[in-house]
């Protein structure tokens, strides 16, 4: 079976009917609580077209999302309304906030609401049954955020970030109220498609972050898939070590060793072929203003900081190499950083990936996460990418070939 669409929905017609939209308002916050503010407004703006077209067709819209990862009780830290603040000013009609999930505030907000009229509940992570392993709590949290909605509710899953969670909010509400896909969440899957499928060849998959254990199942769905792996990041060194360099005071899995000797020689077979960098930039210490220098990625200790320097991010050379991989490419996936973008110094392997991908002919996708905040922190235009993905985890377990529950829910 497949998913029943949002235009499905408005066909059948929303004006005056409560509908309730999980989208994913997930965003970084900068400041100190109280006073935080919306330091990235990407998955804002991304969930802003279906909450308005819901609006502008006569809908009552009531709006769940989460933000961190309370634990199941209010925290300031993680209130929703900083960015429903942004929400605000971003949105062309009005947008009301509750306090509270299903308590009186949420009642309230939703039985007042008029036609064309949004509400955004408070972080549903501040119940502890919408993230609960058992199947009756969830259910019962859900049941109270489908009561909101009144006699003839629907309910619209647009959160691709969050569909790969078996949260109340995103798998057991879609079993309770006609149920429909977001357009942000069609979109993401024509794209993770178009990756999965019949990608247009070369298809190079850059992958960088601070943990290879995080993209142990990614990778090995990949091997027969893509042509090229470019390897940066942390992860990088695990490879190194694998090869059997030193890597000093680098981020090094020592667990993930055999694995990625497996990989590197299975590779080989499938006709894929991994690319890792040639020179490192080492640094003294984990700091911005740290000395560094840029060594052979297979000499890392021969840095004059010995074996207690750290590799902070892929050397000139190997980002170079990398935009020379992705200029000749067809499609492109990229996900995690090369380097601590964070830090002036040690940005320019992931500067050069991200404009080596605007400046790209195929088809290029930022799998969200850590790489849609750096291409957006180091003052990229999100157009100029082909996709810049909402979902890091979920677009990482989709391409691992994983079933997600909040997809399998709209699935009926």
Known sequence: MTAHSLDELLAAGVRGRHVLVRSDLNVPLEGEAPALTVSDD???????PVITKLAE??????????LGRPKGAPEEKFSLRPAVA?????????????????G???????AGLLDGEVLVLENVRFDARETSKDDADRGAFATELAALTGDNGAYVDDAFGAVHRKHASVYDIARLLPAYQGDLVRTELQVLNRLTEAPQRPYVVVLGGSKVSDK????????GKADYLLIGGGMVFTFLAAQGHEVGASLLEKDQLDTVRGYLARAKELGCTFILPTDIVVAEKFAADAAWEVVPADSIESASFGSDGIGLDIGPESAEAFAHQI???NTVFWNGPMGVF??????NGTRTVAKALTGSDGFTVVGGGDSAAAVRTLGFDDDAFGHISTGGGASLEYLEGKELPGLAALDR
Request: overall charge neutral.
């Open 42 to 48: 990407g998955r804002i703006r991304a969930s802003l």
């Open 216 to 223: 142990l199942a990614v990778i090995e769905n990949l091997l």
């Open 327 to 329: 200029h000749s490419a």
């Open 86 to 102: 942004r929400l605000k000013e971003l949105a062309a009609v009005t947008v009301k906030f509750a306090e509270d999930t299903v």
């Open 104 to 110: 009186p505030a949420a009642r309230e907000g939703a």
């Open 342 to 347: 964070e830090f002036d110094a040690f940005a």
């Open 57 to 66: 067709a006569g809908a009552r819209v009531i709006v769940t999302a989460h």
